[in-house]
């Protein structure tokens, strides 16, 4: 089973509308979790970390799910700009080695 | 915003040849990390390095390669001796503490 897995998409989503996607994840020892985004052959970019309490960074809302082992990202409102692969990403130990997940493509069209 | 920053952004090299790829972590960071991105692939995790020693390692990160803080500000990854499945875009990430991790531009290293 992999560590951490995504829906690979892509998700062709309308401008203006609203797009969800999971990620699941096998350690429930892990103790951290992100979404980062990553645009074609860049380096990935913090989007924002996944509190357990869930928690929103304007129109992006992030949930964690533990007894589950899943995590969820919303956008709402998608933007052109929006554009790229949404990574899920996962903090097991503590000196920090994070597991990505292959990442969720988005595709926001005009 | 401090940025970490890598060089340089393109090498490359034929098979068998030693390459540095280097990084100037943010300043005030105590946790540096490479981790690589085989083309199509998922990141991955390469080694932890925190007070001038190794913290972890994954498999991939064998005796060909190793890693320096040669001074206060830059953190490189040697690879001896390169092979053709080295081949890969190369990040160098830092933290202040243990968690939320910021990654460097990268470098894209092309083995002939």
């Known amino acids: 089973r992999k560590e951490v897995e995504q829906d690979p998409g892509p998700f062709n989503v309308p401008e203006g509308a609203t797009v969800a996607f999971n990620c699941t994840y096998s350690n429930s020892a892990s103790q951290s979790f992100f979404w980062y985004r990553q645009d074609c052959r860049k380096e990935p970019k913090l989007l924002m970390s996944v509190y357990s309490s869930g928690n929103e960074d304007g129109r992006f809302t992030a949930q964690l799910n533990r007894a589950s082992q899943y995590i969820s990202l919303l956008i709402r409102d998608s933007k052109l700009s929006d554009s790229a692969t949404y990574l899920c990403?996962?903090?097991?130990?503590?000196?920090?080695?994070?597991?990505f997940g292959a990442g969720t493509q988005v595709v926001v069209t005009p | 915003e401090p940025e970490v920053t890598q060089t340089p952004s393109h090498q490359v090299t034929q098979m068998g040849q030693e390459v540095i790829l280097r990084c100037v972590p943010i300043?005030?960071?105590?946790?540096f990390y490479w981790y690589r991105q085989i083309l199509g692939q998922k990141v991955e995790f390469l080694v932890s390095?925190?007070?001038?020693?190794?913290?972890?390692k994954s498999e991939i990160f064998d005796d060909q390669f190793s890693v320096e803080r040669p001074d206060g500000s830059n953190f490189t990854l040697k690879i001896r001796s390169t092979k053709l499945e080295d081949s890969a875009m190369y990040f160098c990430?830092?933290?202040?503490?243990?968690?939320?991790?910021?990654f460097g531009p990268g470098t894209r290293l092309t083995v002939l």
């Open positions: 300043s005030n960071h105590l946790y």
């Open positions: 390095f925190y007070n001038n020693e190794i913290s972890e």
């Open positions: 990430a830092s933290s202040p503490v243990t968690d939320t991790q910021y």
């Open positions: 990403v996962v903090k097991g130990d503590s000196w920090g080695k994070l597991q």
